[in-house]
């Protein structure tokens, strides 16, 4: 049986938050009024909420209010995200960056959410949010003539029930891929504390320094360093994100210095290994070409009579824990440069590191196979969820059962 369709202003009361900045001298309150934002639809979640206790400017904006049933929908920056008020939630108004939708009549609350989650809707929403330096609902006017299927109640308790069962199936089938994905990385992690805590013959703990023909931090003297004259012209600049970002080799650069970026700089060879002591703590690449990066990275110029490129890479990817642990305590969770200069890390004779370096890559081989066979399961679960929504909305979900692989 084909369901009737009805406009979507005509099922649900629509709410869009208040604009302007009148709460803002009253929230970051510990108790009052709550103010609902977009990281509750976004998150379904309706805690970490700001307060405000202004009695008088609460009943003023009493329309803005939430209740129980009620849906919240995320209408700037991230879009079409939705979340059901639950019963229980602290008193309180939505914000600007949410939208507020009641439905009417017989229209159960779950069935509208889960057709707002389907591709067909979704689609819709990026339409009309199009052409924005920020994604915004401009216009609830033109949300509120979408069509929205209302087969009979009983038919949206049926639809609701079957894909809750698939769902949950799905987010099992999700959480033993995500468990199965993490077991690797860790199996990888354990390898390497395995293969350097079995020290043998011939091994001598040397600090990073004694092992290197350069050692120390990048640098930029400019000030401000973010001073847009330093950038635009041919030499690559690493930033901590581009190390943390890449897979052992640095291949890739989002920013460019200049002749006068590189004056109050220094370029660092191909073959360099950088590592992050600030914001990204303890990440490790190496360099696969000539590059400057600033103070919050540091340089290591490996000497080949003493050690290899890759084997100290692997190296530092061992101590990592242990070096996230050294950063710890500070408001920027870094690390500094007397972390290295103390810390002695043990070396093997130079032909030992080559085969523990072959030894490494194919064991990382072979991990980074097993991810992307999770990684693959994670996202096909993703997509099949989006499948059964757009079934289910188009009338074509039939079966009482469906099946998730």
Same mark, same amino acid.
């Given at each position: 049986m084909k369901?009737? =369709?009805?406009?979507?202003?005509?099922?649900?009361?629509?709410?869009?938050?208040?604009?302007? @900045?009148? *709460?803002?001298?009253?929230?970051?309150?510990?108790?009052?009024?709550?103010?609902? #934002?977009?990281?509750?639809?976004?998150?379904?979640?309706? =805690?970490?909420?700001?307060?405000?206790?202004?009695?008088?400017?609460?009943? #003023?904006?009493?329309?803005?209010? *939430?209740?129980?049933? &009620? $849906?919240?929908?995320?209408?700037?920056?991230?879009?079409?995200?939705?979340?059901?008020?639950?019963?229980?939630?602290?008193?309180?108004?939505?914000?600007?960056?949410l939208l507020k939708l009641t439905p009417k009549g017989d229209l159960s609350p779950k069935f509208l959410k889960l057709w707002m989650e389907s591709r067909n809707f979704q689609e819709q929403i990026e339409f009309l949010s199009q052409g924005a330096a920020i994604k915004n609902m401009a216009s609830v006017k033109t949300l509120k003539e979408i069509r929205v299927p209302r087969p009979p109640?009983? #038919?949206?308790?049926?639809?609701?029930?079957?894909?809750?069962?698939?769902?949950?199936?799905?987010?099992?089938?999700?959480?033993?891929?995500?468990?199965?994905?993490?077991?690797?990385?860790?199996?990888?992690?354990?390898? $390497?504390?395995?293969?350097?805590?079995?020290?043998?013959?011939?091994?001598? &703990?040397?600090?990073?320094?004694?092992?290197?023909?350069?050692? @120390?931090?990048?640098?930029?003297?400019?000030?401000?360093?973010? &001073?847009?004259?330093?950038?635009?012209? @041919?030499?690559?600049?690493?930033?901590?994100?581009?190390?943390?970002n890449c897979e052992h080799l640095i291949t890739t650069y989002s920013k460019t210095y200049n002749e006068k970026g590189l004056s109050q700089s220094k370029r660092w060879p191909k073959g360099t290994i950088c590592i992050t002591i600030a914001a990204n703590i303890a990440e490790t690449g190496i360099l696969d070409f000539d590059a400057c990066f600033p103070d919050s990275v540091i340089g290591v110029v490996v000497n080949p009579d003493i050690a290899t490129i890759g084997f100290v890479e692997f190296l530092l990817q061992?101590?990592?824990?242990?070096?996230?642990?050294? @950063?710890?305590g500070s408001a920027q969770d870094n690390i500094n440069m007397g972390t290295f200069e103390n810390l002695k890390f043990p070396f093997p004779p130079v032909n030992q590191q080559v085969e523990i370096v072959e030894s490494l890559n194919n064991f990382m081989i072979s991990i980074q196979e097993l991810e992307k066979i999770y990684l693959n399961k994670i996202s096909s679960l993703e997509e099949l969820k989006k499948s059964i929504l757009q079934k289910a909305f188009s009338g074509e979900l039939t079966k009482n059962k469906v099946e998730v692989a």
């Open positions: 369901w009737k =369709t009805e406009r979507f202003g005509d099922v649900c009361t629509f709410v869009r938050g208040p604009f302007g @900045g009148s *709460l803002k001298k009253n929230i970051f309150k510990e108790d009052g009024y709550a103010v609902y #934002e977009q990281q509750h639809a976004i998150y379904d979640q309706f =805690t970490d909420i700001r307060y405000f206790v202004d009695e008088e400017k609460f009943l #003023e904006m009493s329309r803005f209010e *939430l209740f129980a049933g &009620d $849906l919240i929908m995320s209408c700037s920056g991230t879009m079409g995200k939705i979340a059901i008020v639950p019963s229980g939630i602290p008193r309180g108004i939505i914000n600007q960056a109640l009983e #038919e949206q308790k049926r639809i609701v029930a079957i894909l809750d069962q698939v769902f949950a199936d799905i987010e099992k089938a999700r959480a033993t891929a995500e468990t199965n994905l993490k077991n690797a990385r860790e199996l990888f992690d354990s390898y $390497l504390q395995q293969v350097f805590s079995q020290r043998g013959e011939g091994w001598i &703990d040397k600090t990073l320094k004694d092992a290197s023909l350069d050692f @120390g931090r990048g640098k930029s003297k400019h000030r401000p360093r973010n &001073d847009e004259s330093l950038y635009g012209g @041919g030499y690559p600049f690493i930033q901590t994100g581009d190390v943390r061992s101590f990592k824990a242990i070096l996230k642990a050294e @950063g710890k």
